[in-house]
């Protein structure tokens, strides 16, 4: 060097030392910059990564991954050793939610102590906290954490949202001394709001998927309900178009549902004779319930059918109207029934059907004591012969309806009218304590009503009731098949009400000594002779009924 220097001194310029001066200028501009080149390309790069790391986190929108791909970045940039995203949990308390490490490894809770005294103030003050020797810091040298953990370079930044502090991101290195600046800490806020906006999307996705699988899940709880209700439910929009329809709709329409869907109801084939429209408009217009249209339809498939229909206001959350709700039932068995059992009820009491358990009726039967009553008219044979067919019926009709409405009347069971004769019998299928004086009274009843009709007939139309009864054991059940039952009563006490029938005068009410033992103190009663009746040994003791002690008494059911 030094003959470098002596053959420049030989060959000097006579400016030469100020060369050198202006030399070494432009070298210690060159290393400026140089140096400023340097920091420019490093915050360039900063830059350029922070602009990756901004499509890399808003690349997803599932939250874990979201944290994750945070807190890798943030080691990798700030040279970290460890590195801990904090966030807000629904009690408002702050929980690590994930910890990465400089190899990208998650961190196990053991590994997980951190500076609280840090965190909390960065949550406090909602700006960042940079110490570059914790150790020495007299923020936080004394504190316990600090000194346990051996904690040195800090760097601890807020994660904000509309300057609502959600959580922090937490970064240290327990080795050295001096590893974050003020660069590292201007990096990581810039990129900790790019990241709350990204958990935020995430959060906010996660409750939307949340929110789409309960509506999922409560649609599918709804079309389970529809499903399952036996009824059909049909709504209607505004134009009076159906929109949804239940499997049970579709089954009573006999339509499946893509034939349903966007048809006005009344437009369907089935329903085009009714008068559905003016139910909907009413629906509409006064926003009231409507109950129970009953309607007697003919399906082509189907046969005969009987819908009821209700119709109610079909409304939003705001209570505004959106249409019609129908729900719609086929009536058409339940009807049936309810016909079957008004038959029944002519030949049971009603309120003996009303206990009646059809599950317990089985064929066969069972010993039982009953008082038996048969009523038949007399003189009905010639009086027959001189009628038409029409005329002998109405007449008949007139007779035997008031024999079985005082049977009736009186919680009996209509056995069978067998031509011009009635038999019934009392203490079943329900037991009945006065069953012998309720037979009496319904044979009374039955000559009152007999005489009422008389009176608004003409002589040549009076027909009257030989009435027999009496007490005692018979076999009492369903005799048949299981596609046609009868209830009957079977057995000798049967046949014996059945041969004082036979030999009770017109308009005499005959009782056996069974029945008269029962009733003895509540009517009025005159002698017969016994009679001697068709396989007994021995007369059988009678009793004719003139009249009770006192007054007929209203109905006994």
């Known amino acids: 060097m030094n003959a470098i220097y002596s053959l420049l001194q030989e060959e000097t310029h006579p400016d030469f030392e100020a060369v050198l001066e ?44 979201v944290l994750r791909i945070v807190m890798d970045t943030i080691v990798r940039l700030t040279g970290a050793e460890r590195g801990f995203l904090m966030l807000r ?82 970064a240290d290195n327990r080795f050295r001394s001096g590893l974050f600046t003020e660069t590292e800490r201007n990096l990581l806020a810039a990129f900790a ?45 505004q134009d009076g178009r159906i929109t949804l329809c239940n499997q049970a709709a579709q ?34 217009r006064t926003n009231q319930q409507i109950v129970g249209v009953e309607y007697n339809l003919e399906h082509p498939d189907q046969g005969a059918l009987v819908l009821s229909f209700n119709f109610s206001s079909l409304k939003n959350t705001d209570q505004t109207i959106q249409g019609v709700a129908i729900v719609v039932e086929d009536l058409t068995e339940k009807k049936r029934l309810e016909s079957r059992q008004r038959l029944l009820s002519r030949m049971v009491s009603p309120a003996v059907v009303e206990q009646l358990d059809p599950d317990e009726l089985q064929l066969g039967g069972k010993r039982m004591l009953i ?3 048969f009523a038949d008219l007399r003189g009905f044979t010639s009086f027959s012969e001189q009628r038409d067919p029409e005329e002998l019926v109405s007449i008949l009709n007139r007779y035997l309806g008031a024999a079985a409405e005082s049977v009736l009347a009186e919680g009996g069971t209509l056995d069978k009218f067998i031509g011009d004769a009635v038999m019934a019998f009392f203490n079943a299928p329900i037991p009945q304590a006065d069953h012998a004086l309720r037979a009496v009274y319904a044979a009374l009843r039955m000559r009152q009503m007999t005489i009422a009709i ?23 059940g369903l005799v048949g098949t299981h596609q046609r039952m009868d209830y009957t009563a079977i057995g000798d006490s049967v046949n014996i009400a059945k041969r004082l029938q036979q030999n009770a005068g017109v308009g005499q009410i005959m009782i056996s000594q069974e029945v008269y033992e ?39 059911i």
């Open 89 to 170: 949990d629904k009690q408002g308390e702050l929980s690590i939610r994930i910890a990465r490490n400089w190899e990208q490894e998650t961190l196990h809770a053991s590994e997980s102590a951190i500076s609280r005294t840090v965190v909390n103030q960065v949550i406090a003050i909602g700006q960042p906290v940079l110490t570059t020797n914790a150790q020495q810091d007299p923020r936080f040298g004394t504190q316990d954490s600090v000194i346990a953990h051996s904690l040195r370079s800090i760097l601890c930044v807020p994660l904000s949202i509309r300057e609502r502090v959600i959580g922090v991101i937490y």
């Open 193 to 237: 709001n790019q990241a709350s906006v990204a958990i935020e999307n995430a959060q906010l996705f996660e409750s939307v998927r949340r929110t789409l699988a309960e509506v999922s899940e409560l649609k599918n709880l709804m079309d389970d309900v529809l499903t399952s209700i036996a009824s059909g439910v049909i709504t209607l929009d």
């Open 454 to 476: 008389q009176e608004a007939l003409t002589p040549e139309f009076h027909l009257s009731f030989g009435t027999g009864i009496h007490t005692g054991e018979a076999i009492l």
């Open 22 to 65: 202006d030399l070494a200028q432009l070298s210690t501009e060159l290393k400026r910059l140089g140096h400023q080149v340097a920091r420019l390309e490093a915050e360039r790069e900063d830059l350029e990564a922070l602009t990756q790391i901004g499509h890399l986190i808003n690349s997803s929108l599932q939250l874990d991954d």
């Open 371 to 373: 008082t038996t009553l």
């Open 251 to 284: 089954y009573i329409l006999g339509k499946a549902r893509v034939d349903l869907v966007g048809k006005r109801l009344q437009d369907l084939d089935l329903l085009k004779s009714t008068n559905l429209s003016a139910y909907l408009d009413r629906v509409r």
């Open 518 to 556: 029962q009733i003895a103190d509540q009517v009025i009663t005159e002698p017969v002779s016994p009679i001697q009746a068709k396989g007994k040994k021995k007369p059988l003791q009678v009793y004719e009924v003139t009249r009770l002690k006192g007054e007929l008494p209203a109905r006994l």
